[in-house]
């Protein structure tokens, strides 16, 4: 079974300091993609990533796919209160069922 | 702008009487799923079309149907609504391209069961 394992679980810092979550899993999976989810929204794509080592950025977010794409991270500099949110990291089913395997999320709150 | 529309945003129901909630999507996407998410848990599947192939997850209660009528709509049916599930429901969209299954979500219905 697939699974993606997300830390950390909460994370509440101070506007304009820097930080990363992860995602991790024992699975290979051929793409990963990250989504961002605001209260009463749906998760908006942020990104996709497919190859092993690359990183993407997205303004002041950074993605990083593993090596042996197992796992994935996301670092924020210099957050800021629109950061807020629920991420989710995401990543293709093995059997190519059309199905994405979620993490649990982690629920970042920036403070003003 | 092409986008995945969700209507309605709120809806209240009573115990045990059906409802329905509707997608919409303008990208042409092949694939339509339709999500449970329930307060701070991650989107739970619970089945997806692809074109007119219907594909159910083996969790989900028999509770819940679905029908997507063409391309572009896609329905939700609950046959008799549970206090357990008022959630967030969430429709999406995929084009499977063979590579990378991204996924645009629509902005989600909020369901009550009084």
Not at chain 1, 26 to 52: D, K, N
């Amino acid at each position: 079974t697939q699974l993606l394992e997300q830390s950390p679980q909460f994370l509440s810092i101070q506007e304009g300091e820097n930080l990363t979550v992860y995602c991790n899993s024992s699975s290979v999976f051929s793409s990963l993609q990250w989504y961002r989810q605001e209260p009463g929204e749906g998760p908006v794509l942020l990104v996709t990533v497919v190859t092993g080592g690359e990183v993407k950025k997205l303004k002041r977010l950074t993605f990083q796919f593993g090596d042996a794409r197992k796992d994935s991270s996301l670092h924020i500099t210099a957050a800021q209160p629109g950061d807020t949110g629920l991420y989710l990291c995401a990543g293709e089913s093995q059997n190519r069922d059309d199905k994405i395997i979620f993490g649990k999320g982690t629920r970042l709150h920036i403070l003003p | 702008d092409a986008m995945v529309i969700q209507n309605p945003r709120y809806q209240v129901t009573q115990f045990g009487k059906p409802v329905t909630l509707s997608c919409s999507q303008t990208l042409n996407h092949n694939v339509m799923y339709w999500y449970q998410q329930k307060s701070s848990q991650a989107p739970k599947l619970l089945f997806h079309y692809y074109d007119k192939d219907f594909n159910n997850e083996a969790d989900t209660p028999d509770n819940f149907q679905s029908r997507r009528p063409n391309t572009s709509f896609c329905f939700l049916d609950i046959r008799s609504p549970g206090l357990g599930d008022a959630a967030m429901y969430l429709c999406a969209t995929s084009r499977n391209s063979g590579t990378a299954y991204e996924q645009y979500f629509g902005p989600g219905t909020r369901l009550t069961v009084t």
